[in-house]
């Protein structure tokens, strides 16, 4: 793509960017959730109902895989065993949990709603663009929030070291300067964050090998489309299947049809299917500490809470071996890579005891299923079953839901129900039914949406970065063009 065409699409995300701008010293953007469905919820808001869901996601409850975990303060060097429960998706790599997570962090963030209490999505700032235009990354800009770029090089973001190798920048107290502190809840999201830094640094300077005008704008630009290309070409096949990408690029969404984006609570809630992605433990690492040893570490420990250098995987926190290696998360093609999790009604025993640092609010309760049940009585979303119903899909059968007494054997909560079509109908490789359109048209919409994508500019763009099939562009690759690449720590 040439230089004229990048440099008149860079006029519009240059407002684009002042527009985060403004948002971000308000503390809240000018978008709200909202609803793509009218129904009715899929049960009443009331002591009965919150008790049955708490009982349906507490630890060591219906929904826990019960993997057989040894926490305490010796930190792991081989893999643990896991649960029966536990099953190695075979269509999907370690890293697509994390991407997914990354995603999330840069189209939604939901600070005020309260748990498990009716409230109107509209009423509820979303206080992220609802667009992948990575403003949990970027900030407001170089000149909004200049505490995120290089005090040298305003058009760079600032990076730190301090561990083996690359490092978010940090406060004395070990957090974050960055734009969104989810990223770095655990350490493969603040991995993947530092990496995007990397990677935007390293397309500054192609753009000015090449003189072109610019130079942060059109380089974000860059890294933008680069991205799109990867969410569309490589995430979404993974989770919805590329069958139904392609139908509805051929046909059109049926059922997100707006005039300008926003984020469905439906697909807020159903998106949380990676949180049955997630293992109970990585390899962050080949050598991590002084004695060049693996480092492996649960995705959270109880014992881990306020130590220096935590023997889990949470972030907040530097050390030498606090990197990730990403060759068991992406495939190199080293035969290193490790399998994601497959999607069913079953999440890893950690994520039951969270560390209050991860939560919003910072309150309990600590269980991450019990937080995803009660969010639906948050937005009073309707039944799995009826929303299948409505979209024309053959519903499928929950009738185990009612062990809990709150009469929702026929109605179950969107969540649980979305992640019971992936482990019914595909056996937990991909989203199926209803989970799988709602987040398959709303990422597309939200790439067909966005005034700066490529998808309105220039659709029959291709990517022209360095990488391994030339016209393509996969996670490999970014991470290879970032240099935090396996062959690059080695190096």
């Given at each position: 793509?040439?230089?004229t065409?990048?440099a008149?699409v860079t006029?519009?995300?240059?407002a684009a960017m ?8 308000s503390?809240v ?10 129904l ?6 009331n002591?009965t109902v919150?008790?049955g869901l708490?009982?349906m ?9 019960k993997?057989?975990?040894?926490f305490?303060?010796?930190r ?5 065993e896991l ?6 998706n075979?269509t999907?790599?370690?890293g697509?949990?994390?991407?997914g997570?990354?995603l999330d962090?840069?189209?939604t ?8 209490v ?11 663009t ?7 990354v970027?900030?407001?800009g ?8 290089s005090?040298?090089?305003?058009a760079?973001?600032?990076?730190e070291?301090?561990g083996?190798?690359?490092d978010?920048?940090?406060r004395?107290n ?5 734009a969104d502190e989810?990223?770095d809840?655990?350490?493969m999201i603040a991995g993947?964050?530092v990496a995007f830094?990397k990677f935007?640094?390293r ?24 991205y799109h290309?990867?969410i ?6 993974q989770?919805a299947?590329?069958?139904?990408i392609?139908?509805?690029l051929?046909?059109g969404?049926?059922f ?7 984020i ?6 159903a998106?949380?299917?990676?949180h049955?992605?997630?293992r ?9 500490d002084?004695?060049?040893q693996?480092?492996f570490?649960?995705i959270?420990?109880p014992v ?6 935590p023997?889990?995987?949470?972030g907040?926190?530097?050390?030498r ?6 060759q068991?998360?992406f ?10 999790k497959?999607t ?14 991860t939560?919003?609010?910072g309150?309990p309760?600590?269980s991450?299923?019990?937080?995803n049940l009660?969010r639906?009585?948050t937005w009073s979303l309707p039944?799995?079953?009826r929303?299948a119903?409505t979209?024309?899909?053959s519903?499928?059968?929950t009738?185990?839901?009612g062990?809990f007494?709150i ?8 969540w649980?129900?979305v ?10 490789r991909s989203?199926?039914g209803?989970g ?5 048209e709303v990422?597309?919409?939200l790439l067909?949406?966005?005034?700066q994508?490529y998808?309105?500019n ?6 022209f970065?360095p ?6 562009f996969?996670?490999?690759d970014?991470?290879?063009f970032a240099?935090v690449d396996?062959a690059?720590?080695?190096?």
């Amino acid at each position: 793509m040439g230089a004229t065409a990048i440099a008149a699409v860079t006029v519009d995300l240059d407002a684009a960017m002042a527009a985060s701008a403004r948002a971000e010293s308000s503390g809240v953007l000018a978008n709200s959730f909202g609803r793509i469905f009218q129904l009715p919820a899929f049960a009443p808001a009331n002591d009965t109902v919150r008790a049955g869901l708490m009982e349906m996601g507490k630890p060591g409850g219906f929904m826990d895989a019960k993997d057989p975990l040894q926490f305490g303060p010796i930190r792991l060097i081989t893999e643990p065993e896991l649960s029966p429960n536990n099953l190695d998706n075979p269509t999907q790599t370690a890293g697509t949990t994390f991407l997914g997570q990354f995603l999330d962090h840069d189209m939604t963030f939901d600070r005020l709603s309260p748990l498990g209490v009716p409230k109107r999505p509209e009423d509820s700032p979303n206080t992220r663009t609802p667009q992948f235009d990575l403003d949990s990354v970027y900030g407001g800009g170089p000149d909004t929030s200049p505490h995120l770029y290089s005090s040298n090089d305003r058009a760079k973001f600032r990076i730190e070291n301090g561990g083996a190798f690359e490092d978010l920048p940090r406060r004395s107290n070990g957090s974050a300067i960055i734009a969104d502190e989810r990223n770095d809840e655990n350490l493969m999201i603040a991995g993947l964050h530092v990496a995007f830094m990397k990677f935007h640094n390293r397309v500054v300077d192609r753009v000015r090998s090449q003189g072109l005008p610019n130079t942060f704008g059109t380089a974000r630009l860059n890294v933008l489309w680069h991205y799109h290309w990867i969410i569309l070409h490589e995430f979404l096949p993974q989770i919805a299947g590329q069958a139904l990408i392609n139908h509805i690029l051929r046909n059109g969404r049926q059922f997100y049809r707006p005039s300008e984006a926003f984020i469905p609570v439906e697909f807020q809630i159903a998106y949380r299917m990676g949180h049955s992605m997630i293992r109970p433990s990585y390899r962050a690492n080949m050598k991590g500490d002084a004695g060049d040893q693996p480092f492996f570490g649960f995705i959270f420990d109880p014992v881990a809470e306020g130590q220096a250098d935590p023997v889990d995987l949470r972030g907040g926190t530097r050390a030498r071996r606090r990197f990730i290696g990403w060759q068991t998360f992406f495939d190199f093609g080293d035969g290193e890579v490790k399998a994601n999790k497959r999607t069913d009604t079953k999440l890893s025993t950690p994520l039951f005891n969270l560390p209050l640092q991860t939560i919003t609010s910072g309150d309990p309760p600590t269980s991450l299923a019990t937080r995803n049940l009660l969010r639906h009585l948050t937005w009073s979303l309707p039944s799995g079953q009826r929303l299948a119903q409505t979209m024309g899909i053959s519903p499928i059968s929950t009738g185990e839901l009612g062990v809990f007494g709150i009469g929702i054997e026929n109605h179950a909560p969107l969540w649980y129900y979305v992640l019971k079509e992936a482990e019914t109908l595909t056996n937990g490789r991909s989203l199926a039914g209803v989970g799988a359109r709602l987040i398959a048209e709303v990422f597309i919409g939200l790439l067909q949406l966005d005034s700066q994508g490529y998808h309105r500019n220039a659709p029959n763009w291709r990517p022209f970065l360095p990488s391994r099939t030339p016209g393509d562009f996969r996670m490999v690759d970014l991470l290879t063009f970032a240099e935090v690449d396996p062959a690059s720590r080695r190096q």
